[in-house]
């Protein structure tokens, strides 16, 4: 019994269809030149534009972390004012990241800042209902994680069942008062970060308090 043996030749290259290592790399570079060349004239405005966004959120997270830690609750600063700038740098990765915009500016927002720092305020006029500082403090944190977990729920259901056209539903007294509450947060902030002293916009009490 014999076997049949199939003989399989390899076919020839002509010297014309060889391609060698280097123009390959003759082939790739303009392509790559194109393609650096295109994005090379917007880089350094982008480098520009995240060193001065990343600057300035860094003043904003410790102005906003000296706007809800005061009082009794002024020795969790430290503490405070890292929890937010982790938190303001999750959210510039996350949206630069998943975000289907090419031109973005993320960061945190003044306005829930401004909510936080009223409830700031009501915590250490009730400091006494308190156990100690650290259970008002870990109040605060809960509160700080709890409403930045529905705000993102809000947000996501906003964009999902476009509801975005609610906001214009808003009164224009309203978002006025809103925004001049804000600013004297902000004013009140500045100040006792720059004297020392507290500002009480009660006219029962004294305008000026000596922070002991």
Do not use: K
Not at 74 to 87: D, K
Not at 186 to 196: D, E, H, P, S
């Amino acid at each position: 019994m014999t076997g049949a043996v199939a003989r399989v030749e390899a076919p020839r290259l002509r010297p014309s269809t060889l391609v060698t290592p280097g123009q390959r790399l003759g082939r790739v570079l303009p392509v790559l030149r194109g393609v650096l060349g295109s994005r090379g004239a917007h880089l350094s405005a982008d480098v520009s534009l995240g060193l001065v966004n990343g600057i300035e959120y860094v003043l904003w997270c410790y102005t906003f972390a000296t706007m809800i830690f005061t009082g009794a609750l002024m020795a969790y600063l430290p503490l405070g004012a890292s929890v937010i700038l982790v938190g303001c740098a999750t959210l510039m990765i996350t949206v630069g990241l998943t975000s289907r915009v090419h031109v973005h500016v993320a960061g945190t927002e003044e306005q829930a800042v401004a909510l936080l720092a009223t409830i700031g305020i009501l915590m250490n006029t009730r400091m006494g209902e308190f156990a100690s500082p650290d259970a008002a403090a870990a109040t605060m944190f809960a509160v700080m994680g709890l409403s930045s977990v529905a705000f993102g729920i809000c947000l996501y259901l906003a964009g999902r069942f476009n509801l975005d056209q609610l906001v214009q539903l808003t009164p224009y007294p309203v978002v006025c008062g809103y925004l001049a509450g804000i600013g004297w947060l902000f004013f009140a902030a500045a100040v006792t970060l720059l004297t020392g002293s507290e500002l009480h916009p009660s006219p029962r009490v004294p305008c000026w308090s000596r922070r002991r």
